[in-house]
């Protein structure tokens, strides 16, 4: 590796997918295809739940809230990371760095407890149905959101700081973008405490919504287990099927990239989980609510004049 003075570190350079030297353009079309399919997905979702009336519920607003937060998260990635496939320059600045690590754990952590609030509107919806337009008023709703991006911000703020306070000797990411490991790796210090408090805060932004969503589902299927027919039943688990789906997928990624020990996974299998949790997981949302949630499907028939309101 190539070694600096870190007072002369000015520039980072991204070591991207160099295993896969011989597929780079193979990548650049399969990301850029997800990465279209991601944007559409989201947008059109955001623009159904806006001028649909019969979606205008908490369950939807907090949906449209992460579709909104999914395409920021994927904006401050992939287009980056579509030009270093092709573009012989792959350098990024110190202060890029850490803007893009500074947006990437903000909308990330965002989208955790976006689907913690959709859990506990899902919770509420089931277990409390007759007080739920009281208990999940427009004000409880905007808190919510609100409160996500407000951890967002400061665990980001936290982060970054602590992370770019380091001197860096190395100048080669072993990584497509800015995140956390690869770039404290680069210090000439040891990293020991940054690690700790990496790790902390991992623990606590990734369960901690896990466990309220896992209590909140418990109740729920508790809940739905006691309804008489089985009609009423079915309709039940359809509306938390959804969300359930993508939660799974979103915490599952997330916990296996930022709980595992640091040495457990080799340098392709972190870009393979990577990959999943800033490529697939945003095009899940979309995929997701318009397959499996038949009240999206109405709303895009209607918007496409094929279904009277």
């Not at 600096?4 to 030297?21: A, I, L, M, W, Y």
């Not at 159904?48 to 939807?60: A, E, K, S, V």
């Not at 911000?153 to 936290?158: H, N, P, S």
């Not at 690869?182 to 902390?200: F, G, Q, Y």
Request: hydrophobic share 50%.
């Amino acid at each position: 590796m190539k070694r600096h003075n870190h007072t002369e570190v000015s520039d980072f350079f991204f070591q991207g997918f160099s295993s896969f030297q011989e597929h780079q353009i193979t990548l650049f079309v399969i990301f850029l295809a997800l990465y279209i399919f991601t944007l559409a997905g989201n947008v059109i979702i955001v623009i159904i739940i806006q001028i649909d009336r019969h979606l205008h519920t908490p369950m939807y607003f907090f949906l449209s809230m992460l579709s909104i937060s999914e395409t920021l998260y994927s904006l401050v990635i992939i287009p980056r990371m579509l030009s270093s496939l092709v573009c012989r320059n792959k350098s990024i600045s110190l202060a890029g760095c850490a803007t893009q690590m500074f947006f990437f754990v903000t909308f990330g952590i965002n989208n955790c407890f976006l689907l913690t609030a959709m859990g506990y509107d899902r919770y509420v919806a089931i277990c409390n149905p007759l007080r739920y337009t009281i208990i999940m008023n427009s004000k409880v709703c905007a808190l919510l959101v609100w409160g996500a991006f407000s951890v967002g911000l400061i665990v980001a703020m936290t982060q970054v700081t602590s992370v770019f306070r380091l001197p860096f000797c190395g100048v080669e990411v072993a990584h497509f973008f800015c995140d956390i490991r690869p770039v404290m790796k680069l210090s000439c210090i040891d990293t020991t405490i940054n690690e700790i408090l990496t790790l902390i805060i991992s623990v606590l932004v990734l369960l901690v919504p896990m466990g309220l969503v896992f209590i909140s589902y418990v109740l729920i299927i508790s809940t739905i287990l006691k309804i008489a027919s089985a009609e009423g039943r079915q309709k039940a688990f359809a509306t938390c099927a959804s969300h359930l789906t993508v939660v799974i997928v979103h915490y599952g990624c997330a916990a296996i990239a930022y709980l595992k020990p640091k040495s457990e996974n080799t340098r392709d299998q972190d870009q393979l989980i990577s990959v999943t949790y800033t490529v697939i997981t945003p095009l899940l949302n979309p995929v997701v609510y318009s397959l499996r949630n038949k009240e999206v499907k109405d709303a895009l028939l209607r918007a496409v004049g094929k279904k009277h309101p």
